[in-house]
């Protein structure tokens, strides 16, 4: 049962907020609004003046659940959001997949699908015990086939993103205790079908996900994220602390699309990473380790080190005489964070937001991909003045509550796990070693010899798929149209023989880059064809990488027997970098930002040389090309 | 604050109408917001907003602003 909260210390505060950020930073860490509180809020944030993003939202469900938008609309107005919410009709679910239906008219940037259980088959609105084994082999196996069946109609219906929910069970496991024993558990039954479930989306479903709301009940309790009442007169089961919790947990995705993904949390050490100041107090006197409060830093190191493991770099950011740190890194017994995990360190005494610039220069990222956790409320109101872009994490007024500080912000949420994320630390430490090679070698072309580059190149490789998406979605800098595909749009494209999807890894003597370029190119079927995106990793700018790719490009265009390539420069206010790409590399202004290279010409002439060897990537290709 | 003024501020707020526009004399078949999604609503703000908890039969029962405020208290 939903019990009456006390308003949370924050509330007033926040109503006082004088904008968005300060407005969220005083709701932190998030505790359960009552109703009004959400309803005062929303007013509030609706009263600010800054621009947002319209989210057009699509709700399908076989549940009641209006009772859930004004949690929608307020979680979206904290994020910068304004939500157009489609809800289909109660129970209509699979007859949205109509172009008739109002799902195709809504076109929504993000639609949750809410089913029960017992959607998946009827049988399971009664308890599992009743079936045979092999009925439930059976069961489970047709119920992922006939859910994916469905999903992969409603992925044909509707662009965005798609997101499954399976309403969490009511009843704790119908064995009892035994459960956890019985070679028939329920809950070994429905953990099997959700792996299944996710396994058959992750290989054919690219955009679908499917959301485990269980993990809901594991952090609210089952009595916290349900309300009975509820439930049994009107077909709404949650709780208002449930509400809130699911609109939150599922918004999340829409955030993660409409803001981009923090790609670095730059932290302070002092009293953040460790209790205490390592000048004054030595790495001995410390609190890190077995004993409150060192646990607690312990903890929040342990939450950072499986962030970086799942692709976010962390950056030391510190005021300080970098040998002492240096001192804890390599030498304190219980710092789980060693300098091998830092992709890059900015310890002196300058002020932190000039050492976020160069950070950000450093790792070639935008300032507004990073996040500053620093306890001191000076430095963090210094970022955030002179860098509004930097995600400023509020600093936990209860110490017990930092390794949690990072757990509500969606923008580090990822989609997929690639093998670039998982090594993308590593990747940074070669370039800071192939940077130091550059300043002992004589000049540009010696350095670029020396690295003893190898361009690996595939055209129309499904199993990159997920890596070029999230190429397409994250780089700025390098990138001549910056479109942003989720991955059902490059499946298409890989799919339509119209389109080529290209794209290169780079390796040499510090390292493997993994996949860092991309080329979209449509029209390839006819005579000619446009380049509709061409980019790179920032991780590989200034190699002339680009070069090497965009001949290899062309010469395969040329073989294909195009006559012309068109091109575009379309500006935004990070790719400046890329203004005279186009021209530097012998295409022709026909009119601003459109460029054209005619195939027949001589325009092998006009490309920079670039020392790098290519070869093409092993069974990648359909031979279209 | 009394409970009646305190009722009036959390009806204003679920149904989004003026608080003028509730009396002591207002019904559920008398104000055109307060439809069965709004009663919920309400429930749940009333919920929160008196720290009573509402049983099922109380829910349904309370569609008034009299009925309300017999069960939360006329303060």
Known sequence: MSRAEPSPPGLDAALAAPDRAALRAELAPRTPLAPAAVARLTQRLRGFAAPRTPLRLAVLRTYTTELLRPYWIFEALLEGLELELYEAPYGSVW???????????HRPELTVVCLRWEDLDPRLAAPLQGLAADERRALADAAVAQLSGGLAALRAATPGTIVLTLLPHRFAAELGAYDAMAEHSEAGFRADLKRALAARLRAELPGVYF???????????????????????????????????????????AVLAARGPLKCIALDADNTLWGGVVGEDGPDGLALGPEYPGTVYADFQRRLLALQQRGVLLALCSKNNLDDVRAVLRGHPHQLLREAHFAAMRVNWEPKSANLRALAAELNLGLDAFALVDDSPHERAEVAAALPMVEVVPFPAQLVDLPHCLDELPRLEILALTDEDRRRTALYAGERARQAAA????????????????????????RH?????????????????????????????????????????????????????????????????????????????????????????????????????????????????????WSAHGFSAVAPGRFSLDLNGDWRAALPAAPIEVRASNGGGDGSL | MDRFEQLRE???????VPPESI????????LAKWDSLAHLNLMLAIEDGFGVTLTVDEMSEMTSVAAILARVGQG
């Not at chain 1, 007859?95 to 195709?104: C, I, V």
Request: charged share 25%.
């Open chain 1, 95 to 105: 007859t949205e997949t109509d172009p008739r239906a109002g799902l195709a008219a």
């Open chain 2, 10 to 16: 959390i009806m204003a707020l679920t149904f989004d």
């Open chain 1, 465 to 581: 798929l997920a890596r070029i998406a999230q190429l397409t979605q994250k780089t700025n800098q390098f990138n001549l149209t910056t479109r942003r595909y989720g991955e059902d749009a490059v499946r298409r494209m890989l799919d339509d023989p119209d389109w080529l999807v290209a794209d290169f890894s780079l390796a040499d003597v510090y390292g493997d880059s993994g996949l860092v370029g991309v080329a979209l190119v449509r029209g390839v079927a006819g005579a000619e064809a446009e380049i509709d995106t061409f980019l790179m990793s920032c991780r590989v700018i200034g190699r002339r990488a680009e070069s090497a790719f965009l001949a290899w490009l062309l010469e395969r265009l040329a073989a294909r027997g195009l006559r012309r390539v068109e091109a575009q420069y379309v500006e935004t206010a990070k790719n400046a970098l890329v203004r005279e790409f």
């Open chain 1, 211 to 253: 959301d485990d709301l269980d993990a809901l009940i594991e952090q609210h309790g089952r009595a916290g994220l349900l309300d009975r009442r509820l439930w049994q007169t009107s077909r709404f089961p949650f709780s208002t602390a449930g509400a809130q919790a699911v609109a939150r947990h599922l918004l999340r995705y």
């Open chain 1, 439 to 462: 300043g002992q070698a004589g000049n540009v072309d010696d350095w670029l010899r020396s690295l003893g580059m190898v361009m690996t190149v595939g055209a129309d490789v499904s």
């Open chain 2, 23 to 30: 009396s002591a004399a207002t019904t559920r078949d008398s």
